[in-house]
């Protein structure tokens, strides 16, 4: 099974969960910095204080990187390192450690791949509403704009957003995440200014000479419980309106604005019903629809609904209500998360016929499983199996026509899992927390292998 040549291979990471050193070279407060360290939001207490210290380990962590062959890295730029306060004028220091990672990964061949949001937003904006206010997105465009200046003469790959679903929904909707607000109306409102944020720095990247740009969404097939086993297994009418409803919630609200400049009529009917749809300026619809390169999918599991007369809406689905959120008949992942490798060919199908104006690139796919070390290795063959599954969807992807570019593991490290905290392992390459020491798992070796043969 051998991928297109052009096929890019890699990892990614995010800023808050790898970097640790949050209080050197300037770097201010961001809202998990706050949310992590209040009692009860994280498991175990944990917090992004030291995490995998990768803000001092860089260049040994890119020595990794180059040993197993990967042709790209996708790391997230810290806001508060750049902008403490969010605003004004870019503190040089932050900015030099991503220039120093920068150097490091193209004297290694690797290419960077700069997310410029990845929910470490500064407290100092959250203080002024967060994602809530209009002028955030404001905000977000000017660091992007800074970020662009220090390293766009090198960075060719930028995605503005990493997951605005979750961000929004799970930071304002649930609260699970930071700022751990609970409020439809407000997560409805950060949706749509962090779409502007995407839109406003977009045309701004462009216009800078930016030569690829990219919008990640977590985006999932949504199926009823029958169709996870058969995806020919036809729905009531009832359940099919649930699932439509959802892939509008989860998926449509971020890729119809960005790539047709509309919402669907479902998220307008929910914003109606949940604080209205005043923050939606005329004009708005065209910022967000800046013309983009490609869309960049992080897939874990599908999303199962059915029918469920009566249901309240779930907190992080505002809009949802008379729909039930089924558990899969599969096997899970350490995060409870079941285990559905087609769902991602099968979204990946459905996103390329839907959207066939940019291309596709899995920027995370990945699992959480209870890896042990012994003897200085880690069997993680359930992981290897995850992988390789979900490898050959991508290439039966390929092979029905999707314009699918690359794909990168969720994660090169284990490292600070959000609310799970370090409990919960998502890397390829193991990291000790007590003596930041890191062992090359199984499955770091067998990807490898993929990379090289660039094939299964
Ligand atoms: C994504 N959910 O997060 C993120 O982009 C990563 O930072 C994260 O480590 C990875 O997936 C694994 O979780 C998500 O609850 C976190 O639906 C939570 C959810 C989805 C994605």
Redesign the pocket.
């Given at each position: 099974m051998i991928f297109p040549e052009s096929f890019v291979w890699g990892a990614a990471t995010?800023s808050y969960?790898i970097e640790g050193a949050v209080k050197e070279d300037g770097r201010g407060q961001s809202i998990w910095d706050t949310f992590s360290h209040s009692p009860g939001n994280v498991a175990d207490g944990d917090t992004g204080d030291v995490a995998c210290d990768h803000y001092h380990r860089y260049a040994d962590d890119v020595a990794l990187m180059r040993e197993l062959r990967l042709a790209a890295y996708r790391f997230s730029v810290a806001w508060p390192r750049v902008q403490p306060n969010g605003t004004g004028p870019a503190n040089p220091e932050g900015l030099a450690f991503y220039d120093r990672l920068v150097d490091k990964l193209l004297e290694a061949e690797i290419s960077p791949y700069v997310t410029l949001y990845?929910w470490d937003l500064p407290q100092a904006l959250e203080e002024r509403g967060g994602w809530t206010d209009r002028d955030t997105a404001y905000r977000f465009a000017e660091y992007a704009e800074a970020v662009h200046d220090r390293l766009g003469d090198r960075v060719g790959h930028w995605a503005t957003l990493?997951?605005p679903w979750?961000a929004a929904f799970?930071g304002y909707g649930n609260g699970v995440h930071a700022p751990g607000r609970r409020d439809p109306a407000s997560a409805l409102r950060a949706a749509h200014h962090l779409l502007l944020g995407h839109g406003l720095a977009a045309r701004r990247l462009r216009e800078l000479g930016a030569e690829e740009l990219m919008l990640v969404i977590?985006s999932a097939p949504v199926l009823t419980p029958a169709q996870v086993d058969d995806p020919d297994a036809v729905a009531t009418p009832a359940d099919a309106a649930a699932t439509h409803l959802i892939h509008a919630l989860l998926t449509r609200q971020f890729l119809d604005p960005a790539l047709y400049g509309r919402y669907p009529e479902e998220v307008l009917g929910t914003a109606e019903r949940n604080g209205g749809t005043g923050h939606i300026k005329d004009g708005d619809l065209e910022t967000i629809a800046a013309p983009i390169d490609q869309i960049g999918i992080?897939y874990?599991n599908p999303c199962v609904v059915e029918a469920g007369p009566g249901e309240p809406a779930d907190a992080a689905w505002p809009g949802s209500e008379g729909v039930r959120f089924a558990a899969a008949d599969a096997p899970t992942t350490a995060?409870g998360w079941p285990i559905v490798p087609d769902g991602l060919s099968r979204l990946l199908i459905r996103l390329s016929q839907d959207y066939p104006q940019v291309g596709l690139m899995v920027t995370?796919n990945g699992a959480a499983f209870d890896d042990v070390v012994e003897n200085g290795r880690v069997h993680d063959a359930d992981r290897v199996s995850y992988l390789d599954r979900h490898l050959r969807e991508v290439h039966r992807a390929i092979e029905a026509g999707a314009d699918l570019r690359g794909y990168l593991v969720?994660?090169l490290l284990d490292n600070f899992?959000?609310a799970e905290g370090y409990r919960r392992r998502?890397g390829i390459v193991h990291v000790d927390y007590s003596t930041q020491e890191r062992v090359l798992k199984d499955s770091a070796l067998w990807y490898r292998e993929v990379i090289v043969r660039n094939g299964l």
């Open positions: 995010a969960q990845h990493n997951e979750v799970l977590n992080n874990y995060m995370e969720w994660s899992e959000w998502f």
